[in-house]
């Protein structure tokens, strides 16, 4: 990951995890209900946890969160001490469990190693959740991004598509739901995982 990047989200507090609600869920609606359909009962790393709002969609044995801030790692741990929260040093060092979600954590990814990243996490997990607003028009600019904003890089459903594809993984369904702190834009869970070849060798 580029410094400048990781730097940001290891200097970045809380700041930029829930953008500008004053309640868990931006979305406007409790995507664990979501979560927890798509899930069922794997093992899930939770990469790019943040303060942990997510993690009472699951068992707290079935559940692992990793995130690079470590103010939001402390704050997950108090408020959740029944889940087990980790401070990576890097975004490759995480644990790997059945499944992995990556919520709203590949669009901060700058381009230039976003295809090792999604190597990496084909190589280590069999399931996966990407789920964020998956609209390339959405990156604007360096000019035009407002300052102290966060990187991003997002892209179209097909892209990642086409990026998992190269490692054995296959949609297996694609979930558009309303993300009503942004009008008129829906957050993607793009939900893939891996295919009989890549399992069997070939």
Same mark, same amino acid.
């Given at each position: 990951m580029k410094p400048q990047i990781l730097e940001f989200w290891r200097q970045a507090q809380l700041f930029h995890i829930n953008p500008g609600v004053a309640n868990d869920f931006p979305e406007g609606?409790?995507?664990?209900?979501?979560?927890?359909?798509?899930f069922g009962d794997r093992h899930v790393s939770d990469i790019g946890c943040g303060y942990g709002r997510l993690c009472t969609a699951f068992r707290p044995d079935h559940y692992a969160g990793y995130d690079l801030n470590p103010v939001a790692i402390e704050t997950a741990r108090h408020r959740y001490p029944e889940y087990r929260f980790? @401070?990576?040093?890097? &975004?490759? %060092?995480?644990?790997?469990?059945?499944?992995?979600?990556?919520?709203?954590? @590949? @669009?901060? +990814?700058?381009? %230039?190693? +976003?295809?090792?990243?999604?190597?990496? @996490?084909?190589?280590?997990?069999?399931?996966?959740?990407?789920?964020? +607003?998956?609209?390339?028009?959405?990156?604007?600019?360096d000019a035009t991004r407002q300052k102290q904003?966060? &990187?991003?890089?997002?892209? %179209?459903?097909?892209?990642?598509?086409?990026?998992?594809?190269?490692?054995?993984?296959?949609?297996?369904?694609?979930? +558009?739901?309303?993300?009503?702190?942004? &009008?008129?834009t829906d957050m993607t869970f793009l939900v893939l995982a891996r295919g009989r070849s890549k399992e069997d060798g070939g």
């Open positions: 609606w409790d995507v664990r209900e979501e979560l927890r359909e798509i980790t @401070l990576m040093r890097d &975004p490759s %060092d995480y644990g790997t469990n059945d499944a992995a979600l990556l919520y709203a954590v @590949l @669009l901060h +990814i700058h381009d %230039d190693d +976003i295809e090792a990243v999604v190597k990496q @996490l084909c190589d280590s997990v069999k399931f996966l959740v990407v789920a964020e +607003i998956m609209l390339r028009s959405w990156r604007g600019s904003a966060p &990187p991003v890089f997002n892209r %179209d459903v097909a892209e990642y598509v086409a990026m998992f594809a190269k490692h054995g993984f296959d949609i297996d369904d694609v979930v +558009i739901a309303p993300y009503k702190r942004y &009008p008129d």
